[in-house]
């Protein structure tokens, strides 16, 4: 098996990465796709495809990296091979299940014979920062984390690396940065542990080093408290803005519409989400009780730069498929209006457009977690 190319995004700060890796025997080509999960799992997710079409090929990789906000950055097959041992050890030692479908790639397990260390690989598979806000806000992330590789090498300090406050690997929420001196912020967090929310007060020193990159000097909790689910979903939540869809019946009178971009032919409600799914790869599709729904993300992280850092503010929209309507969600007028205009324009043989609801918190996501099949039937 000859190796051709390999990329990575370099999304290592914010716990996962994407890896895709490209092989060649006898003029057949092999693409595997993983990812790598820094936070307990290993290796979280593995599809393997043998002479996949450019497209096939490309909607894979957007399918596993277009979510994760960061650049793809190419690697030797060394930082490949390294890599894979390194993260099927990980998977090992925490006895976490592979993945379906991965036993022929057992054969790269203890396999690695070279010199590479993890931290050989950080300059490649994290992203320069641009300000101690956006670092301070990464390693609160790594700290609720319990990211105990992730805080040794940005602080080089064991007793900073074996620090934690939750008892599993916890979920960053929101963190509010204030800087109290020089070289000192204070973070207010809120998080996700075990056994429910929290909300703690820690002090972190901080050094810039060259140009974007930091160090972390010290870290110190202060105190940690209980919060109930409602003032919670409260600190998170954010106006939104959702309009319905009604999907055309293209089996009335055995009409048939031919999608430009991809000239499939649609008959059906349903292939009408294949065709969206296929021509929006990189969203994040997740399975409800009684629909589908999908998240598109930013292109970049740029929320971590902010003082105020809150985890679903890299969201840019969602769209959810329930029955014979499309609900789509977006957070500010001026991206509805791009949505609505673009899907007027690009499925104007699929959709009719119906009611604009405006919500001052998050509503379309409970909606579709609901089970409800009527939208005004739940804000009722």
């Known amino acids: 098996m000859k190796f051709i190319l390999a990329r990575i995004s370099n999304s290592r700060l914010m716990g996962s990465m994407g890896l895709m890796i490209k092989w060649e025997d006898k003029g057949e080509n092999f693409y595997q796709y993983f990812l790598l999960d820094s936070e307990g799992l290993g290796m979280a997710d ?8 450019p497209e096939e090929a490309h909607r894979e990789e957007e399918r596993l990296m277009g979510g994760l906000g960061a650049n793809r950055i190419d690697i030797n097959e ?24 991965m036993a022929y790639y057992l ?8 010199n590479l260390t993890i931290d050989d690989l950080y300059p490649k598979i994290c992203k320069k920062l641009d300000s101690e806000v956006e670092f301070v806000n990464y390693m609160m992330m790594r700290f609720i984390a319990r990211d105990s590789e992730a805080l040794k090498y940005f602080s080089g300090r064991e007793e900073i690396a074996k620090m934690h ?45 060259d140009e974007g990159n930091y160090r972390l000097n010290s870290l110190l909790v ?5 919060m109930f689910d409602y003032f919670v979903f409260e600190e998170i939540s954010k106006a939104e803005y959702v309009s319905v869809y009604n999907i055309k019946n293209q089996t009335d009178e055995g009409a ?9 032919e649609v008959k059906f409600r349903s292939d009408f989400e294949d065709v969206f ?12 009780d009684k629909g589908t729904l999908y998240t598109r993300f930013n292109y970049n992280n740029d929320h971590v730069k902010q003082n105020v850092y ?15 309507k499309m609900f789509a969600g977006t957070y500010s007028p001026e991206d509805a209006k791009v949505l609505n205009d673009s899907l007027a324009i690009v499925y104007k043989d699929y959709l009719d457009p119906g009611e604009i609801f405006y919500f001052e918190e998050n509503a379309l996501y409970d909606f579709a977690e609901s089970g409800s099949l009527d939208l005004d039937d739940f804000i009722d």
């Not at 060394?78 to 479908?101: A, C, H, M, N, W």
């Not at 202060?222 to 209980?226: E, M, Q, W």
């Not at 048939?256 to 499939?264: A, D, E, H, P």
């Open 310 to 324: 809150v985890i679903n503010n890299d969201i840019k929209a969602i769209y959810y498929f329930l029955e014979d």
């Open 256 to 264: 048939v519409y031919s999608n430009f971009k991809i000239g499939t």
């Open 46 to 53: 593995h599809v393997y495809l043998e002479n996949p079409t």
């Open 107 to 114: 054969d790269f397990l203890d396999s690695y014979s070279g």
């Open 78 to 101: 060394d930082e490949v091979r390294f890599l894979i041992d390194y993260f099927g050890k990980v998977q090992d030692e925490t006895e976490e299940d592979l993945p379906s479908g």
């Open 165 to 209: 406050l939750t008892k599993i690997n916890g979920t960053l929420l929101k963190n509010t940065v204030v800087k109290m001196s020089k070289q000192n912020y204070k973070c207010t967090a809120i998080y996700e542990d075990e056994d429910g929310y929290y909300t703690c007060d820690v002090v972190m020193g901080v050094e810039a080093l």
């Open 222 to 226: 202060l105190d940690s408290n209980t």
């Open 277 to 288: 799914h296929k021509e929006n790869p990189g969203l994040c599709k997740s399975n409800m």
